[in-house]
């Protein structure tokens, strides 16, 4: 089983994590840049992780096998912080960068007036650079939020298939399925979606723009949710085609709109080898020499 995670924070993960998407077959992944858990004061802490997600992030994944690229964004909890509004500012140099597949997250999270700005502003770099947008859905109201962030989408004038629309349910898959936008679906340990529910609605809808990613960051969540959805569809009845359709052809459609994604094979790379681990900017993910 081959897969693509289209969402996951692996900035938060550790390298048994890497070890153990790369055994269950993760090749590529989408790392977002999204809420650290609490605020940030300036913008330099936001051009600092941003850095750190087109480099160092995307150097650790390459030790594990993995293929690594973002999204860049201000993410809808900070657009409410105008110590972070400045961000917005240096969003259009990330944007021409390689590796960087998309804008996001952005959308809402409480509807106020100050994430309508932000996640326009947003919108309208995704049109001037041509680039896909991650849009997060609101844990609150769910189907309201989605109901208004599909009316600021479409007036936007971004071409739907240009947007995801992420953290779906069985009461918000309709309305983000008849807009022509990507449905993307987090599957959580005990909150959002898991694996079975996921598989009726694949049951239900068809495969076709149907996102399906672990979500996984500093909160409880699981890395692996992406295999496990995939034998649930398997055990239920799909084709290796359907699964990978799912999880691997679907994200490479959807954000190989970028014309970004570097789906090679990490070059020698066979499995971890300690003795043979690279280097970035003269730091390796080693920690003193290997045991011979
Ligand atoms: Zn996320």
């Keep these: 089983m081959r897969i693509f995670d289209p969402h996951i924070h692996m900035t938060s993960r550790t390298t048994d994590d890497y070890e153990a998407m790369y055994a269950?077959?993760?090749?590529?992944?989408?790392?977002?840049?999204?809420?650290?858990?609490?605020?940030?004061?300036?913008?330099?802490?936001?051009v600092d992780y941003f850095d750190a997600l087109i480099g160092w992030e995307r150097f650790r994944a390459s030790q594990f096998g993995i293929r690594h690229h973002c999204t860049i964004g201000l993410n809808p909890?900070?657009?409410?912080?105008?110590?972070?509004?400045?961000?917005?500012?240096?969003?259009?140099?990330?944007?021409?960068?390689?590796?960087?597949?998309a804008i996001g997250?952005?959308?809402?999270?409480?509807?106020?007036?100050?994430?309508?700005?932000?996640?326009?502003?947003q919108l309208a770099l995704a049109v001037e650079f041509d680039l896909p947008i991650m849009v997060h859905t609101p844990h609150r109201d769910k189907l309201a939020g989605t109901r208004r962030t599909l009316e600021v989408v479409a007036?936007?004038?971004?071409?739907?298939?240009?947007?995801?629309?992420?953290?779906?349910?069985?009461?918000?898959?309709?309305?983000?399925?008849?807009?022509?936008?990507?449905?993307g679906f987090?599957?959580?340990?005990?909150?959002?979606?898991d694996?079975?529910?996921?598989?009726?609605?694949l049951q239900k809808y068809?495969?076709?723009?149907?996102?399906v990613n672990s979500a996984a960051d500093w909160g409880r969540s699981d890395p692996l949710k992406t295999r496990k959805t995939g034998e649930h569809m398997l055990a239920a009845g799909f084709t290796d085609a359907d699964v990978d359709r799912v999880l691997w052809q679907n994200p490479v459609d959807f954000y190989g709109q970028s014309g970004r994604l570097n789906l090679d094979p990490v070059p020698g790379f066979?499995?971890?080898?300690?003795?043979?681990?690279?280097?970035?900017?003269?730091?390796?993910?080693?920690?003193?020499?290997?045991?011979?």
């Design 24 to 46: 269950a077959g993760v090749r590529a992944l989408v790392e977002p840049a999204f809420w650290l858990g609490q605020p940030r004061t300036t913008v330099g802490s936001f």
């Design 77 to 101: 909890k900070e657009a409410n912080d105008p110590r972070c509004r400045e961000v917005l500012d240096v969003l259009p140099g990330y944007l021409a960068k390689d590796g960087v597949v």
């Design 105 to 121: 997250e952005t959308g809402y999270d409480s509807m106020t007036k100050e994430e309508d700005e932000v996640f326009n502003a």
């Design 155 to 183: 007036a936007s004038g971004i071409r739907p298939e240009m947007v995801v629309v992420d953290h779906l349910n069985e009461t918000t898959i309709e309305a983000v399925a008849e807009s022509g936008c990507w449905m």
């Design 186 to 193: 987090s599957i959580y340990p005990d909150t959002k979606m």
């Design 195 to 201: 694996e079975a529910r996921m598989t009726v609605l």
């Design 206 to 211: 068809g495969t076709d723009r149907v996102l």
């Design 270 to 292: 066979t499995e971890f080898e300690p003795a043979a681990a690279g280097n970035f900017e003269g730091n390796s993910v080693l920690r003193g020499a290997p045991k011979s």
